[in-house]
């Protein structure tokens, strides 16, 4: 198990330097980290990045115990949220109690279906030694780096939108235009809530029938939206034919809208 955690230290030792080099959003969606300050950013990922490396620890744990995970993944992310939220206010310098909003409970949720398969997956390499081989470390990094950016971005919804730490001086000091702030995040958050709603299907749909990915991922550029294709996420290891006809349906339809 020491052998293990070192393997794992050594990992997010590397995705930490990644994201301390650039995190500009250079994805086609908008961010709520694009409102706050560069500093603040950092914060937020490399505590992020801190919890989650402490949380994939005791889960492998339990994995190599012979614990299934299934049932704790999702209650995990939930607890993710909440210990990097109070980890992040702490810092912060505010004293407002620890409690995830309501009004967020949709975007966690959302991650939970999206990131269920990537932790699954982390953790299979993680209990079977093979988190550091070459290929492995490169797909394992990118699914984590996918989920830290997700959870990243929930905490600016979950800490910048607390009517109490509005009130507070460090709203000032964290947000770039904070004049502006409240009113382009309740923009954002219900651009963001109607795009979810709208591409569920669509982006399902496409996952399913190419077995492809979606990943966020931090590059030396910033931080790029990818697809990834790896037999290691497949749901189902033979197309139909359907699949293959949805599969080219949809590929029109991405380059009706991004002529490409």
């Given at each position: 198990?020491?052998?293990?955690?070192?393997?794992?230290?050594?990992?997010?030792?590397?995705?930490?330097l990644?994201?301390?080099?650039?995190?500009?959003?250079?994805?086609?969606?908008?961010?709520?980290?694009?409102?706050?300050?560069?500093?603040?950013?950092?914060?937020?990922?490399?505590?992020?990045?801190?919890?989650?490396?402490?949380?994939?620890?005791?889960?492998?744990?339990?994995?190599?115990?012979?614990?299934?995970?299934?049932?704790?993944?999702?209650?995990?992310?939930?607890?993710?949220?909440?210990?990097?939220?109070?980890k992040?206010?702490?810092?912060?310098?505010?004293?407002?109690?620890?409690?995830?909003?309501?009004?967020?409970?949709?975007?966690?949720?959302?991650?939970?279906?999206?990131?269920?398969?990537?932790v699954?997956?982390?953790?299979?390499?993680?209990?079977?030694?093979?988190?550091?081989?070459?290929?492995?470390?490169?797909?394992?990094?990118?699914?984590?780096?996918?989920?830290?950016?997700?959870?990243?971005?929930?905490?600016?919804?979950?800490?910048?939108?607390?009517?109490?730490?509005?009130?507070?001086?460090?709203?000032?000091?964290?947000?770039?235009?904070?004049?502006?702030?409240?009113?382009?995040?309740?923009?954002?958050?219900?651009?963001?809530?109607?795009?979810?709603?709208?591409?569920?299907?669509?982006?399902?749909?496409?996952?399913?029938?190419?077995?492809?990915?979606?990943?966020?991922i931090c590059?030396?550029?910033?931080?790029?939206?990818?697809?990834?294709?790896?037999?290691?996420?497949?749901?189902?290891?033979?197309?139909?034919?359907?699949?293959?006809?949805?599969?080219?349906?949809?590929?029109?339809?991405?380059?009706?809208?991004?002529?490409?």
């Open positions: 198990m020491s052998d293990l955690k070192q393997k794992l230290n050594l990992l997010f030792y590397k995705i930490s990644k994201f301390y080099s650039n995190t500009k959003n250079l994805t086609r969606t908008p961010m709520p980290l694009d409102l706050i300050r560069e500093e603040v950013q950092l914060l937020i990922f490399i505590t992020v990045t801190l919890e989650l490396k402490l949380i994939l620890t005791k889960l492998t744990a339990f994995s190599l115990m012979g614990v299934s995970p299934n049932l704790l993944i999702d209650n995990s992310i939930k607890f993710l949220a909440l210990s990097s939220k109070e992040l206010l702490y810092s912060l310098g505010s004293t407002l109690k620890t409690k995830l909003e309501t009004s967020n409970i949709w975007m966690l949720k959302k991650i939970q279906i999206e990131e269920y398969t990537s699954l997956t982390v953790l299979e390499f993680s209990s079977s030694s093979r988190i550091l081989e070459n290929n492995s470390s490169t797909l394992v990094i990118s699914l984590l780096e996918n989920i830290i950016i997700k959870i990243v971005n929930y905490m600016v919804y979950e800490i910048f939108c607390d009517k109490k730490f509005v009130k507070t001086i460090f709203f000032k000091l964290y947000t770039s235009d904070y004049l502006l702030f409240s009113y382009n995040l309740i923009n954002l958050k219900t651009y963001l809530y109607w795009k979810f709603y709208v591409e569920n299907i669509y982006v399902n749909i496409k996952r399913f029938s190419t077995d492809t990915y979606p990943l966020i590059t030396k550029y910033g931080l790029e939206a990818k697809r990834l294709y790896s037999k290691e996420l497949y749901i189902n290891f033979y197309t139909s034919n359907l699949q293959k006809l949805l599969s080219k349906s949809l590929d029109f339809i991405d380059y009706l809208r991004y002529k490409r």
